[in-house]
């Protein structure tokens, strides 16, 4: 099975609903042939509004969608040859499997002997052969995903577009279809664009991540970019589990906390508050007299990880070891320790870098 | 609860049921009266009432008036109902909860002043006791529910499937036809059912726009039961009661039928 | 999320048009009609005439004929509402608390009076009430009595026969009002040690009374409006304010009258279906 892969560019894209903030604002972005990119974003940060507008299903206030080169902006959703995937996958409940399937080419009137192998083709490539003449209300969730995403593929689009494909399955069925999805779209070499609030998901699925909040970009990278290099503390915060510190830079321009010395990488003007973050397995705890003092708190075993609490004059962070890593197994509720980081691995946002 | 509290509510529950169809299952037995007038336990048995029935001339044409009544209103129902129930559901216009409110607001009015108001304004008009005058005044009690049901199936239709076949490239008027218009089907069928038996069965309004010369079959009816009591009417009323029960199968079996197809 | 589809007024509009057109013509114009009727001068012998007057109303309001009937119709609707509730609940909570495979022809079966005719109904009830009927040939049959008893053509058989249509509104109002309650809580209370008959009284009843005030008050204005019950069972003997309109436009004849009658009648809707918002506002708190 092939099908086309074409070159999206979204410019100045805005959606204005009349009421309130706009719920796309400014939004430009260029997702290269075959490429994989998640929108990511809590809910209302305009994510879904943004695949909708693509699809043609909600029209831009302002802006233009370009395929190719191809204006899309002012064509009619049936003229756009983009396959979507719904969140509660709308699959036609009135038709077959392969109705469904089929629905697409014939409203692009391919004959019945190739609508007949192309269905077959999609259905093999989804793994669902010989659920042809069931009915969707037949199938399990995953199934149901899955006839979604043949439905779509089958037209051979230009575009694949996933709204929450996942989050209506169970956990475990969700890291299986994130395997089989990343799987086609490679095979197929089909540009896709995957809305999602998951982090973890968007992380493990995508060359690219755009992280959107309030109708903005935040941030557009790699998932190695936008985890370890966040544009701002939004972005830190929502990308992985992450400690923030307030912290004010002394004489000598050096960060502190509670008056001590932090290590961080940079220096900043007497006076100037900041906010210090580190993600959880960054925290090193040592004896009690290097760095910052703090005691614990809290020690929780979660599984693959334990998480330290622990807090200090005037600040509190948590602590991640993989469990597999014994030194935290000596630690105890009411100890003290030195809280340390290395410099290298601290972000640091000047204080109000989320306001706007 | 205790066992003898238990089975003291299960007869009770069956005591109210039997108040519930007592004078149902009465007037089927009543039927089979050969007497003259209506005794419960009758004398005789008989099916001379049924005879009777089918040979009493105002009966005959009171069902064929009522028959062909009630089709003219369930079509004009679905013409006029369909498209504004689709406005309802699937558009996005102002005041659309007004108008929702002004389709179905004929249910807020006692039928007993409603019939009256007909009367009134039909009789200067010339439409007391013709077809016009009837059918307008069912469509008045049978659209609203018409809007409200189809108006609900719309409403309830999966969502984003609309969306979904016009991504697959349908245009809007295939969408329409292809995927709007089989799934609120179900909703169609019980909606004209619904309309159906209720102007069949319609007395209140029709008393007040009928006359010696059109008169439905619930209006002949209630006028026999008025001036005489004879078994005749429970063996009219048995036949109205299989024609709804079946009715109602029918109506069941197809939406489920469509049901199974849909869902 | 937001609503994304575009506005369409004129495409709404176009489609709802056939709709408003036919509910304007079939109850709004004589919805007007009849209030405008309601102000017409009386002639004699049913001649109309048009103009303005207030004779009706003040008939109305002074002739104790009138009050006496708004009185009957209030007294009747509410004892028929609570025989119905009385009936009607007991079989909710019956049905709500069914598991079995039955319970769909049991739903069935306790609404099935209104796929029956209310010509039909009130004909069944002759057959039990009736002189010759069932309960009278039962009881002399067992020799309670020598003489019938007076069941229709009189208040008793008017009572029964309503409240009997009424019921499948109340049962139906009920089951709806208790299937938005969580099995949950009456678990919960049993579990905290509540009896059954305790957990019914703390925690079902109180939850329900919503759909109690809610399905009251559409017996309630049914009964009012009922035509067919009354004046079948009633014999001409029960005289209420339905059956009095019916009387005005169609025996005497006086059209402005039964217009006011009418009138009177919907005032009166209004103010039961005001008190009635009023409660359920304050059972739901």
Known sequence: MTAGGGNLVLAGLRKDYGVGD???????????????????????????????????????????ILLDGDDLTAKPVHRRNIGMVFQNYALFPHMTVADNVAFGLEMRGVAATEIRDRVAEALALVRLTGFESRRPKALSGGQQQRVALARALVIRPDLLLLDEPLSNLDAKLREEMRGEIREIQKRLGITTVFVTHDQAEALALADRIAVMERGRLAQLGSPEEVYERPATPF???FVGRINALAAAAGGDGRLRIGGQPVPTGDLRPAG??????????????????????????????????????????????????????????????GQDVGVGWPASSALVFPENADGR | MSRVGTVAARIGIALLYVFILAPIVLVFAISFSGDNFIAFPPKTWGVRWYVALFAHEGFARGFRVSLTLASIVVALDLLVGVPAAYAIARLRFPGRDALLAFLTAPLLLPTIVLGLAMLLVFYPLRLAATYPGLVIAHMAVTLPFVVRIVATALSTLPGDIEDAAATLGASPATVFRRITLPLMLPGVVAASALAFILSFDEVVIS?????????????????????????MVAALSTVLILATVSAVLIVERSVGVMRALGR | MADDRPSQPGLAATLSLPAIAAVSLGFLLPVLWLARMSVNPTEPGGVLREGWTANQYVELFTDSFYAELTLASLQMSATATLCALLVGYPIALFLYRLESRWKTLLVLLAICPLLVSGVVRAYGWIVILGDAGWINSMLRGAGLIDRPIRLVNNH?????????SLLPYMTLSLLAGLGRLDRGLEEAARTLGASPLRTFLRITLPLSLPAVVLGSTICFMLAVSAFVTPRLLGGGRVLLLATEIYEQALVTLNWPLAAAIAMALLALFSVV?????????????
Do not use: N
């Not at chain 1, 260029?30 to 998640?38: S, Y």
């Not at chain 1, 959880?280 to 003092?293: D, E, R």
């Open chain 2, 207 to 231: 008393l007040f726009v009928v006359g010696p010369r059109l008169s439905t079959l619930p209006v002949e009816l209630f006028r026999y039961v008025e001036g005489r009591t004879d078994p």
């Open chain 1, 22 to 64: 706009p719920a796309v604002d400014r939004l430009d972005l260029e997702i290269a042939k075959g490429e994989f990119v998640a929108l990511l974003g809590p809910s209302g940060c305009g994510k879904t509004t943004t695949l909708r507008m693509i699809a043609g299903l909600v029209e831009p206030s302002a802006g233009r």
């Open chain 3, 156 to 164: 008793i058989g008017v009572t029964i026969g309503l409240t009997e």
């Open chain 1, 272 to 333: 100037t508050k900041a906010t210090v973050m580190i993600r959880p397995q960054h925290i090193t705890l040592s004896q009690p007299g290097i760095s910052l003092l703090a005691r614990v708190t809290g020690i929780t075993y979660v599984g693959d990880v334990v998480q330290i609490a622990v807090a200090g004059d005037g600040f509190s962070v948590v602590a991640e070891r993989g469990t597999a890593d014994s030194s935290w197994r000596g630690l105890a509720v």
């Open chain 1, 235 to 237: 972005v830190a915060r």
């Open chain 3, 273 to 285: 279906l005001v008190a009635s918002g009023r409660l359920q506002r304050r059972v739901a708190e």
